[in-house]
């Protein structure tokens, strides 16, 4: 059976209730905005596109039933439920830019009537899902000339189907490498500690018949000294105009690993995860979690970002779904993002 990480079915969100997995694989229909601050904030729902798709569909949802007169009062009611959706959770992204593209296209259509504003706005938030799913395909097909016959491949955290809608990002490429008769070998990190390479990667890399291998993080530096890792593919939450890149703590350990063996590290990430109005990985705010997540002892005080940075001279390269960019990165990050920019208005 084919998973959709996020869909809309029945008026309401359905996602996967990711922190179910891997025991059983459940489904959650949404119906309202409490609900779905909740399922980001638990990571019921998560990973950067995955939360950029939750949040559009989460505005439509929020004014779906609004009985504004007015397009003033309609702006009103979708500007709240973007605040409050943007608050569950600050790093990522695509969660800004899912809502940033909402508010958009309601001012580009404020002439309309309020139900054909309603129906526009579903259509965008639609359009998100779809265009991420063709924007998957693309890192998986363009990140995938990278890979060899037979690499070996780490990565950290989930960056696949489950932190986007049907594909992923930096499991994106290594399924369409698999696709191509590559067979491919992975290192799943555990990912302390709330598991998702342990609970999710692993999962889904082994329903797709993909070699992985779990590793706790701390084996990462044993594996490289050992010649047991070729590259190391990782997803992004937030890109800064530097190439600085914040994703799942533990990342920098690993591109610091990665450096010191000689092994080219990889960031996978669609444009939707770039943030130039951020100069450098300093401006990118990072989330604080629970301590309950690290330990239940009440008496020691604990250290729990979700979220590191890498700094770009870390990094290799960025696979994106508009091309490989490689260093200079504040230069060549501008030219892709603007050149984008501009076949899109053509
Ligand atoms: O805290 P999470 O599980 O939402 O963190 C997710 C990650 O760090 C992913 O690597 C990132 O969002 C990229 S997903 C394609």
Redesign the pocket.
């Known amino acids: 059976m084919k998973l959709m990480t996020i869909a809309w079915r029945r008026n309401k969100i359905r996602i996967i209730d990711q922190t179910k997995l891997p025991a059983k694989l459940a489904y959650r229909d949404i119906g309202d905005l409490g609900a779905l601050w909740q399922a980001i904030r638990k990571?019921q729902v998560?990973?950067?596109?995955a939360l950029g798709a939750a949040a559009a569909l989460g505005a439509y949802l929020g004014v779906k039933d609004v009985k504004a007169k007015t397009f003033p009062e309609f702006k009103k009611r979708l500007d709240e439920c973007v605040a409050f959706i943007g608050s569950s959770r600050p790093t990522?992204r695509n969660l800004f830019w899912g809502l940033e593209r909402m508010q958009k296209e309601a001012l580009k259509n404020k002439d309309k009537s309020i139900p054909a504003l309603k129906k526009i706005l579903f259509a965008e938030a639609l359009k998100i899902i779809s265009e991420d799913q063709i924007a998957c395909r693309r890192i998986g097909k363009i990140g995938s000339r990278l890979i060899k016959k037979g690499d070996s491949i780490m990565t950290v955290?989930?960056?696949g189907v489950l932190?986007?809608i049907d594909y992923?990002?930096?499991l994106g490429v290594i399924y369409r490498a698999e696709k191509q008769g590559k067979r491919v070998k992975v290192y799943a990190c555990e990912t302390r500690p709330?598991l998702?390479g342990a609970r999710l990667t692993v999962w889904e890399l082994m329903r797709k018949g993909v070699d992985v291998t779990l590793n706790c993080d701390n084996m990462a530096a044993a594996l490289m000294a050992q010649g047991k890792v070729d590259k190391v593919i990782?997803?992004?939450?937030r890109i800064a105009a530097n190439g600085d890149t914040a994703?799942?703590i533990g990342t920098y350990s690993l591109a610091v690993l990665a450096q010191h063996h000689k092994i080219p590290f990889y960031i996978a990430?669609p444009l939707s995860t770039f943030d130039i109005s951020i100069k450098s990985g300093k401006g990118i705010p990072i989330e604080q979690r629970a301590r309950e997540e690290v330990t239940s002892a009440r008496r020691v005080k604990v250290f729990n970002p979700?979220?590191d940075v890498t700094p770009h001279q870390l990094i290799t390269a960025i696979i994106t779904d508009k091309g490989i960019i490689r260093p200079p990165y504040i230069r060549n990050i501008k030219k892709l993002i603007s050149n984008d920019k501009l076949k899109m208005s053509k």
Do not use: E, S
């Open positions: 990571m998560r990973g950067a596109p990522a955290c989930n960056a932190a986007t992923g990002t930096a709330l998702q990782a997803g992004a939450d994703n799942k990430a979700a979220f």
